[in-house]
């Protein structure tokens, strides 16, 4: 009432404010019934036409490392050539027009001539017969974006002058299921493609440069075997999404082994849409979270030295494996297979030419875990070792007989069946059986001893059984148990082949590589070790790295140590005395206890195809620190002494350089 009052006096001034105030008010509610009221449908309209879409945004991989901390296994950047698919809109939209005009021009004519060949104009149902159909207009829809894109990566190719490639098919299947995301040319650009890409293509119309973190292995093919390699994962089943940006899986080794570990979490980005699917904006929801660095057992140095020694004494293409271990820890040092690959052959997808040619060289095959052969004499020392155990006086000689067929050479007899020896007849005791490695005696203690005992040691050792590697190549092989050696059909010939590494029994040089750490530590029987910790890449205080124990142990021999000192001294006597046949391993400074092997590779019919060439060995012969176990496959002639002795020198001889030089300790070993 007090302001009614008020306007009742002949108040110019008041009066124009109130006529203001009044004005406002009646904009804002005319203002409101528009929206409100008259332009409801078309808000709504545009509101339906926009949708949300989510993106998996790939986090950065966790980098593998050697146990000093040297990269194994990175990410690099790398720069791909995109089509933006939403700035081309507008020329798809022209170039569909056009072509539907021509369309319609060729429609006219067709009609006319066919009017003026009948002398009369069609009839409603017949003109239905030239009516577009919805299969033709999206062919026509889709040749004039095919067309726009060929057209601007020509251009592209013509200002940066080099070719670029263009797959029509591939083009269209992106547009129709990914269309909100850029269109990728060409990936992985090199420093060369960028720079002509910024010089030359000024006008970026509907193409730029997206940058992309790319895996990279730095030695190229070392260690490839553990490392193992990925391939690209577009579906990734975490989380629900609607479209995945390119990401990795790993599918052997270590990537494989502990995928979830270094491939982090994904982060999700939000992006707004139109009605026709291009995308208008984006944000981005959650940031993705780098995986977690891997730091590995092994020492880059000795892998090293092991895989050019390969290289260097048998070629590139060798059947070969190497296993370093530390004899009181199970860390792995060295993991070895032959031929190898490069894992950076297939980050970015490898050729159909190169994937068929490490099929052709089997490289893909982890021959120190996943393959298995006969292990010959190495076994020797383990049929030995349950021979002191159960009474065998080191110092006794069997005397080993002249063959019928070979007098130079001994020979035993099993049953009926004749075994021969690589060695000349005479008397051999423990000592000199093991530096000679006759078969005959090791054949006629084996047998005195009885093979269920043998088997015994053989299961103690776990030979036959997994490891549980991380690396996804692992093997059981075969080792008969004690059901398999009580049946009718178990001949004393099968076990006088198992007393000498032969007959039903396969092994990985792995299995063979943890036997000798258990001989060399006393009967301790490890867990072997690869990974040594997990770590954030971002050293969060309050997130606990993952460390591995160290010397798990798995079993026991319990086996005395007079029993391995004596052994001992016969291996040492491999490598040192005039007549041993490892000698070709000695390392100045370093005693070496070693055992040569070699086994024949038959066919099924039965047919020699090749040998198995060992030198297994541990060191040094005072307190042993490191076992080392070298396998060649072959079908030339030799010797494990002459074909892998040489490479188990050179291992040894590295491991002396680095702990004379003062390096790093390699080991962390207790005695």
């Known amino acids: 009432m007090l302001v009614i009052d008020e306007l009742k006096k002949n108040d110019p001034q008041l009066r124009l404010v109130a006529v203001m105030l009044a004005a406002g008010l009646f904009i804002l509610l005319a203002g409101l019934w528009w929206v409100q009221i008259v332009s409801s449908r078309q808000y709504q309209s545009h509101f339906e036409t926009q949708a949300y879409r989510t993106i ?14 040297r990269v194994l296994a990175e990410n690099q950047p790398s720069y791909n050539l995109n089509l933006y698919l939403d700035d081309l809109s507008k020329r798809f939209s022209d170039a569909t027009d056009a072509l539907m005009k021509q369309a319609k021009t060729a429609r006219i004519q067709a009609i006319a001539a066919r009017e003026k060949k009948l002398g009369r104009s069609l009839t409603k149902a017949e003109l239905k017969q030239y009516a577009f159909k919805l299969e033709f207009l999206e062919q026509i829809r889709s040749q004039a974006r095919t067309e726009v894109a060929a057209n601007v990566v020509t251009q592209i190719s013509k200002d940066m002058d080099m070719p670029l490639p263009f797959d029509a098919a591939k083009f269209d299947r992106h547009y129709k299921r990914q269309l909100a995301m850029p269109y990728t040319i060409q990936s992985s650009l090199d420093g060369q493609k960028i720079a002509r890409f910024e010089e030359n ?4 119309l509907g193409a730029d440069l997206e940058l992309q973190s790319t895996r990279y292995y730095p030695n190229g093919s070392l260690a490839a075997h553990i490392l193992g390699y990925l391939r690209k994962d577009d579906d990734s089943a975490e989380g629900e999404f609607n479209y995945r940006l390119p990401d990795y899986r790993g599918v052997t080794g270590i990537e494989a082994g502990y995928n979830s570990e270094l491939r982090g979490t994904a982060g999700e980005e939000s992006v707004v849409v139109n009605n026709q699917g291009y995308r208008q904006s984006e944000d981005v929801e959650s940031e993705p979270e780098p995986g977690h660095n891997v ?25 070969a494996a190497v296993v370093v271990m530390d004899v009181h820890t199970g860390d792995v040092l060295a993991l070895v297979s032959s031929p190898t690959f490069d894992p950076n052959d297939f980050v970015n997808g490898i050729s159909q030419e190169k994937y068929q040619e490490m099929q052709e060289l089997t490289s893909e095959k982890n021959r120190a875990t996943y393959e298995i052969y006969a292990p010959g004499s190495i076994f020797k020392p383990i049929v030995g070792l349950v021979a002191l155990e ?27 069946q004749q075994f021969q020896d690589t060695v000349p007849p005479g008397d051999y005791d423990f000592r000199h059986a093991i530096e000679r490695s006759s078969n005959a005696y090791f054949i006629t203690i084996g047998m005195r001893v009885g093979i269920q005992k043998i088997v015994e040691m053989g299961k103690r050792l776990h030979l036959g059984e997994r490891m549980n ?4 190549q692992e093997s059981a092989g075969y080792f008969p148990d004690l059901k398999r050696v009580a049946k009718s059909d178990w001949r004393d010939g099968d076990s006088a082949n198992i007393c000498f590494g032969q007959g039903e029994m396969a092994i990985t040089p ?14 301790k029987v490890l867990y072997p070790r690869l990974v040594d910790r997990i770590e954030s890449q971002d050293s969060v205080p309050d997130e606990m790295d993952t460390n591995f124990p160290a010397g798990v142990v798995r079993d026991e021999l319990r086996v005395h140590p007079r029993s391995l000192n004596i052994l001992y001294d016969a291996m040492l006597s491999e490598t040192e005395d005039a007549e041993g046949t490892g000698k070709q391993a000695v390392v100045p400074g370093l005693r070496i206890c070693g055992k040569t092997g070699t086994a024949q590779v038959k066919d099924e019919h039965g047919h020699l195809t090749g040998w198995d060439y060992w030198f297994a060995s541990f060191a040094p012969y005072e307190n042993p620190h490191y076992a080392v176990i070298v396998m060649v496959q072959s079908d030339h002639g030799g ?20 702990q004379n030089a003062g390096t790093p300790k390699i080991l962390a070993s207790v005695n």
């Open 510 to 523: 792995m299995q063979m590589t943890i036997a000798y750490c258990a001989l060399a530590n006393g009967g």
């Open 295 to 319: 730091t590995l057992t092994l020492d880059m140095d000795i892998q090293r030295a092991a895989e050019q020694s390969i290289v260097s004494h048998q070629g590139a293409g060798a059947h």
């Open 201 to 204: 293509y000024t006008t970026k």
């Open 390 to 416: 159960n009474g065998l006086d080191p110092r006794a000689t069997i005397f080993v007989a002249p063959s019928p067929r070979d007098p130079h050479h001994g020979y035993v007899l099993v049953g009926n």
């Open 56 to 69: 998996r945004l790939p986090a950065m991989r966790g980098r593998i490392l050697d146990r000093e901390g």
């Open 639 to 658: 010797s494990g002494g002459s074909v892998c002795a040489p490479i188990a020198h050179d291992v040894y001889e590295v491991i002396t350089k680095k």
């Open 469 to 472: 590697l991380p690396t996804r």
